[in-house]
C-alpha cells in the first residue's frame, strides 16, 4: 500500500490527494469498495457543484446496497470521471487510480489535516 | 460512505455452520448471515461467478436447506393434505415443486418433494422457514399414518448448476446421467461417496442437486472442484445464487412468496391443484382466488440501467402508489437492473409503471421472466 502514502482519508472511507496548492481528488478506498462487492452505479455531482464537507455529494450502488458518499473536504467540483458512467467495475479494479471520482478546488486546505493518514486509516478498519 | 452490510468474519454469534464452513474459508469466501446461517455470499465477486455458471458451472453450497423425511402408507395422503401440487402424480424417482399455504392462501414456505420410495419422501425447504415448516407439518399430521423426521442436519447439498455440470458429474458416478430427466432423481454415489442425485435447480441452468450424508459433503464438494479442474466449476456463492434465480424468474420466500403473498399472486396457480382428490389447507382461498383473479399480483421488470431497485421501493402507476419492489438486482447477462415488484392487477394490466429514485423518475419495462434463457437448459 506504499503508492498510497499521499493519500488522506475519511472515517467514512472516502480518499483526497491533494494536487498542487489547492486541488484534490476523490474516490472511495480500497477497502471500501472490497466491502461493497462488485459496483454496479456510481452517481455523481455535476462539474460546477459545491462540495460542503461531510454532506452527501453522490451515491455508490453494488449488488449488494447502495451507499451514500460524503464529502471528505469542501470545494468545488472542477472534474468528474465520466468513465464511472458505463464502467463502474474500475472503483473496484483501480479505488485509488483509474476509479477516481471528482476532482474539487479546496476552499481550504487545512481541511486536510482533520483526515487520516494511511496508517491510521488502516488501524482504524482493523 | 455509509450504510455498509455488516460482514462476519468468524463464525460465532451463535451461527449455524454447513459442513464446508472451513472449505469456503480456506477458499477465501466473504461470508454473511444468512437465516441463522454463516454461509459464502461470494468467493472472487458475484458478477464473476454468475456468469461462469451461465457459461460453464458452478458449485453452491445449499447445506443449509431444511429436508425432512416423510414416510409411511399415509404419507402421500398426508402431503396431499398440506401441499397445493398433486403429490399421487409423483412417481417414484421424481421431484415436483410445491407450496405449502394458510388456510388464507398465504404461503408458508415453497418446496421441492422427492419421491425417494412408493411411501417415501423427501421434503427440501427454506432454511429461514425450516423450524417454522416442520412444526407445521407435525401439527397437521393428526391421523396419517406416516412417520414425520427432521434431516436437515443429516444431508448436506451440493448444487452444481451450469451447461458444463454434465460433463463434470458423469466421469464420476455410475448412474446413468442420460435417462435422468429434469426433476429426476437416483440413488447412487459421486467419487465413491453415498448421493441422492436429482436433476433440479435453482439457476435456469442445466445443473443437479446432490443430498449426501452431512459428512461427506466436504470430500464430495473437494472431489467436483478437482475433478472440473480444466473446465470449472466454479465455487459461487449465495449473492450469485439470488441474480441467477431472479434472471431465470424464479420466487424467492420472503419476496416473491411471504404468508401474505398467495401463490396465485405470485404467478405460481400451475402449481396449486385446487381439483385434486384431496382436500389441502388453503384450498377455498386459492379456488376463490383462481376464480375471481387476484386483486394483486408479481410482475418482473427491466429498468433500462444499471440502477438496482430495493426491496420496499414504492412503485407508481398513473401518478399514484400502486405496489412495491419484492427484488431487484443486476442482470449480469442484460448489463441491467432487473427485478420483481407486488402491484395492484389493474397497474400490472395496463403495464405504465415508474419507480422515483431520489427525485428522478425511471419508467420500468414490464417482462414475462425468464429474463435470460440458457440455450442449454432441456425442457
Given amino acids: 500500500m506504499s503508492e498510497n502514502q499521499d493519500l488522506k482519508y475519511a472515517k467514512t472511507h ?4 491533494r494536487e498542487g496548492e489547492n486541488e484534490a481528488v476523490i474516490g472511495i478506498s480500497d477497502y471500501a469498495q472490497n466491502s461493497l462487492g462488485d459496483i454496479t452505479f456510481v452517481e455523481l455531482p455535476a462539474v460546477g457543484d459545491r462540495l460542503s464537507k461531510g454532506d452527501s455529494f453522490g451515491v455508490v450502488e453494488s449488488v449488494k446496497a447502495a451507499s451514500d458518499l460524503y464529502a471528505p473536504v469542501s470545494g468545488e467540483v472542477l472534474a468528474v470521471n465520466e468513465e464511472l458512467e458505463d464502467a463502474p467495475e474500475k472503483v473496484n479494479e483501480a479505488a485509488t487510480g483509474d476509479g477516481w471520482m471528482l476532482k474539487v478546488r479546496l476552499d481550504d486546505a487545512a481541511e486536510l489535516n482533520d483526515l487520516l493518514d494511511e496508517s491510521a486509516y488502516q488501524a482504524a478498519n482493523q | 460512505m455509509a450504510e455498509r452490510k455488516q460482514e462476519s468474519d468468524i463464525p460465532g454469534g451463535g451461527l449455524k455452520t454447513t459442513p464446508l464452513n472451513a472449505f469456503h474459508r480456506e477458499q477465501g469466501a466473504r461470508m454473511v448471515d444468512f437465516a441463522g446461517w454463516d454461509m459464502p455470499v461470494q468467493y472472487t465477486g458475484i458478477l464473476e461467478e454468475h456468469r461462469a455458471v451461465r457459461e460453464s458451472a458452478g458449485l453452491f453450497d445449499v447445506s443449509h436447506m431444511g429436508e425432512f423425511t416423510v414416510a409411511g402408507p399415509g404419507a402421500a395422503g398426508f402431503l396431499d393434505s398440506v401441499l397445493t401440487n398433486d403429490i399421487s402424480k409423483i412417481s417414484e424417482g421424481r421431484a415436483q415443486y410445491n407450496l405449502m399455504c394458510r388456510p388464507d392462501g398465504g404461503v408458508v414456505d415453497d418446496l421441492i418433494v422427492y419421491r425417494t420410495g412408493p411411501e417415501a419422501f423427501l421434503l427440501c425447504v427454506n432454511a429461514s422457514n425450516a423450524t417454522k415448516d416442520f412444526a407445521w407439518l407435525e401439527g397437521h399430521v393428526g391421523d396419517h399414518d406416516c412417520s414425520l423426521r427432521d434431516d436437515s442436519s443429516r444431508y448436506g447439498l451440493l448444487a452444481l448448476q451450469g451447461p458444463a455440470a454434465e460433463t463434470i458429474l458423469k466421469p464420476l458416478t455410475r448412474a446413468v446421467l442420460d435417462h435422468l430427466p429434469s426433476f429426476g432423481l437416483e440413488e447412487s454415489s459421486v467419487a465413491g461417496w453415498d448421493v ?101 399480483r408479481v410482475v418482473f421488470f427491466r429498468t433500462g440501467n444499471r440502477r438496482i431497485l430495493r426491496q420496499g421501493t414504492p412503485l407508481l402507476a398513473a401518478g399514484r402508489e400502486a405496489g412495491q419492489v419484492l427484488s431487484g438486482t443486476l442482470s449480469p447477462m442484460l448489463n441491467e437492473a432487473i427485478g420483481s415488484a407486488l402491484i395492484e392487477s389493474a397497474a400490472a394490466e395496463a403495464g405504465e409503471l415508474s419507480a422515483e429514485l431520489r427525485g428522478k423518475s425511471f419508467p420500468l419495462q414490464l417482462v414475462k421472466p425468464p429474463f435470460y434463457t440458457s440455450a442449454h437448459q432441456k425442457t
Avoid at chain 2, 228 to 256: K, M, Q, T
Fill in chain 2, 196 to 296: 441422492i442425485i436429482s436433476r433440479t435447480g435453482y439457476t435456469g441452468e442445466p445443473g443437479f442437486e446432490l443430498f449426501t450424508p452431512w459428512n461427506n459433503t466436504e470430500p464430495l464438494a473437494r472431489a467436483l472442484c478437482e475433478a472440473g479442474a480444466d473446465h470449472g466449476p466454479r465455487l459461487a456463492g449465495l449473492g450469485a445464487r439470488d441474480s441467477l434465480r431472479l434472471e431465470a424468474g424464479f420466487p424467492l420466500y420472503g419476496h416473491e412468496l411471504s404468508e401474505e403473498i398467495t401463490p396465485i399472486q405470485a404467478g405460481l396457480g400451475w402449481a396449486v391443484k385446487v381439483k385434486k382428490k384431496t382436500d389441502f389447507i388453503g384450498r377455498d382461498a386459492l379456488r376463490r382466488e383462481k376464480e375471481s383473479g387476484p386483486a394483486r
Fill in chain 1, 14 to 17: 472516502e480518499w483526497v490527494r
